[in-house]
């Protein structure tokens, strides 16, 4: 089984390379923050915890998050193999993923790190923020977002790197061009 955290900061095209990794290596897409939008669309109870958080830019809790997760790995039938995407985003969520994979008999294969400028982040967001209206795609929110990132999210890498499954990419440049640098180093 091919497991993969797919990893980077907010506009880094994390679920952009999902959709193409996904339909190449034909993985199950996990992204906690499509779970966490399709909880608020279907106004369940963890959907309104969660929607004032996400509005703000900060993290909702890692059990909310980890529980998603589990009952989604749980729930899918003969899996060739996961990508994490937006998760873990705290170390507390990456070695609750080990442990839980564990259990199964599985692991993760390796986490792919995009890393983009972050003037490149914001462009991005904001275009799409303009396109599609997605909520949390304000300047204030953004550079929050990138915010919690840094302080929250990066220290994931270096749980990686500790592990040796650490393997980064440039993601600036076409899709496509971020993309066969992806399929580069799931070939190797
Ligand atoms: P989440 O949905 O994960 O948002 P995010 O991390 O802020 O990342 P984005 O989805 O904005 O960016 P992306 O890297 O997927 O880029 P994309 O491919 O879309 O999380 C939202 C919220 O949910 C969080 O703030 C938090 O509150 C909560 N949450 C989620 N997971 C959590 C967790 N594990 N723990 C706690 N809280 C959690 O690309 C962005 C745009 O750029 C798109 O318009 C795309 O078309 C465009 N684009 C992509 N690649 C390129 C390129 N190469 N060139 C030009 N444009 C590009
Ligand atoms: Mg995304």
């Known amino acids: ?10 506009g880094s095209g994390k679920g952009t390379q999902s959709e193409k990794i996904i339909e190449c290596y034909g993985l199950v897409h996990l992204s906690t923050g499509d779970l966490l939008r399709a909880e608020i669309a279907n106004r369940t109870e963890l959907g309104l915890r969660a929607q004032d958080i996400m509005q703000k830019g900060e993290l909702v809790p890692d059990e909310i998050v980890i529980g998603m997760i589990e009952n989604r790995i749980d729930g899918t039938a003969d899996p060739n193999g996961f990508i994490f995407d937006g998760f873990p985003r705290t ?20 986490m792919v790190s995009m890393d983009v400028v972050r003037q490149e982040l914001i462009d991005r967001l904001l275009k799409r923020g303009q396109d599609q209206g997605r909520s949390d795609d304000t300047l204030e929110v953004i550079e929050n977002r990138i915010k919690v990132y840094e302080n929250q999210t990066f220290p994931v890498m ?4 500790g592990t040796g499954k650490y393997r980064g990419v440039d993601g600036m440049g076409s899709i496509d061009d971020i993309f066969s640098r992806i399929t580069e180093v799931i070939d190797n």
Do not use: T
């Open 1 to 10: 089984m091919l497991n993969i955290v797919l990893f980077g900061p907010p």
């Open 158 to 161: 270096d749980y990686y790197k």
């Open 91 to 110: 170390v507390e969520q990456a070695k609750a993923l080990d442990g839980l994979l564990d259990k199964r008999g599985l692991e993760i294969s390796f």
